[in-house]
């Protein structure tokens, strides 16, 4: 396991591309979670792995008496491709040179030019890797493999990894409602309950309205805490979970509900434990930053992608609980 830095190549006479992954981890919450977490797993391109067995025998033996021996072998193989996603820019030699003399402010202008691109990046892989389609090359979001009706691969059959909080309404609605102060401790006592079958160290995803309606929740409950992040900046707890805010694209209020005609007015709360024979992103370049000339132009290029899959090895280490209306209609 390591963190984006460790496994970036960037080409080290490039100023800007030294500066692209401090971009990319200030603008993606995901991508700051992972590598402040060590989430990032080194493999190829098209990686497998073996899930754990979670069969287990404990034996007795009497005295003297021996244990009999079982088979321990590699389970199904699992398989996974990364997908590779970045961006490319040519600057003309023209302004290159302005830039690079600072004349009339040009060096300014197109640096802040290409900062903006790299925010702009940063924000729509971060929204991929939660809702991306896993079509036409494009990266496949956790969203698709925590949707309720597929089993999660490498973990046991059967196994969703989604919790559906509608079936909890004390009113039996379509989602569990949240913005009803009635429902506040009987949602603490599920929550509790949902984020239990998470093992480890375990952190809250949550978008900004869920972020604010837990703080308030945990404040009438006494159970609002405060920890600090690699950085010394605070994080709320709640019931000593931290909740990390993530991007409202990446995790919208606009969730489908229970309806028949399903209405999309519900969020998720994600409780993960990312980690060794956990749950991981796989890449073989972290941030792969190029500065090249192209051979057709008078003009100097820069491209970057990022290559990556999610893995996931223990069914204990992710939930998703979904169908939460934390909104109201306006």
Same mark, same amino acid.
């Given at each position: 396991m390591a963190n984006l830095i460790q496994l970036s190549q960037i080409e080290t006479n490039s100023q800007i591309g030294r500066e692209a992954a401090a971009l990319l981890l200030q603008h993606s919450p995901l991508l700051r979670f992972l590598n402040d977490h060590s989430a990032f797993e080194l &493999?190829? /391109?098209d990686f497998d792995w073996y899930p754990a067995d979670n069969d287990s025998n404990l034996a007795a033996r009497a005295r003297g008496g021996d244990y009999t021996a079982q088979d321990v072998a590699p389970g199904t193989r699992e398989t996974g491709s990364q997908y590779f996603m970045g961006d490319? /820019?040519?600057? &003309?030699?023209?302004? !290159?040179r302005d830039w690079q003399l600072g004349l009339r402010d040009k060096d300014s202008h197109l640096y802040?030019?290409? *900062?903006?691109? =790299?925010?702009?990046f940063a924000r729509a892989y971060d929204v991929k890797m939660f809702q991306g389609?896993?079509?036409?090359?494009? !990266?496949?979001? =956790?969203? !698709?493999y925590f949707d309720g009706s597929t089993d999660i691969p490498g973990w046991p059959t059967g196994e969703k990894g989604v919790i559906n909080a509608g079936s909890y309404d004390p009113a039996g609605g379509d989602s569990y409602d949240l913005t009803s102060i009635d429902n506040y401790e009987d949602f603490t006592e599920n929550l509790m309950k949902w984020a239990g079958e998470v093992e480890g160290d375990k952190y809250m995803w949550v978008n900004n309205a869920m972020h604010a309606r837990l703080t308030t929740i945990a404040r009438n409950l006494h159970l609002l805490g405060s920890t600090v992040d690699k950085f010394g900046?605070?994080?709320?707890?709640?019931?000593?979970i931290p909740l990390v805010k993530m991007l409202d694209d990446s995790m919208p209020n606009t969730? &489908? &509900?229970d309806a028949v005609s399903a209405v999309e007015t519900t969020t998720s709360i994600w409780v993960v434990s990312p980690g060794? *024979?956990?749950f991981s992103f796989v890449t073989n370049s972290g941030l792969a930053w190029k500065d090249y000339d192209p051979d057709d132009k008078q003009s100097e290029g820069f491209t970057w992608e990022i290559r990556g899959a999610w893995k996931f090895e223990d069914q204990y280490a992710a939930r998703r609980i979904r169908n939460i209306k934390v909104l109201s209609a306006s």
């Open positions: &493999d190829a /391109v490319s /820019v040519h600057i &003309d030699e023209a302004d !290159l802040k030019k290409l *900062q903006r691109r =790299l925010r702009h389609t896993g079509l036409t090359n494009i !990266l496949k979001g =956790l969203i !698709l900046m605070p994080i709320a707890t709640f019931a000593n969730e &489908d &509900d060794e *024979q956990r």
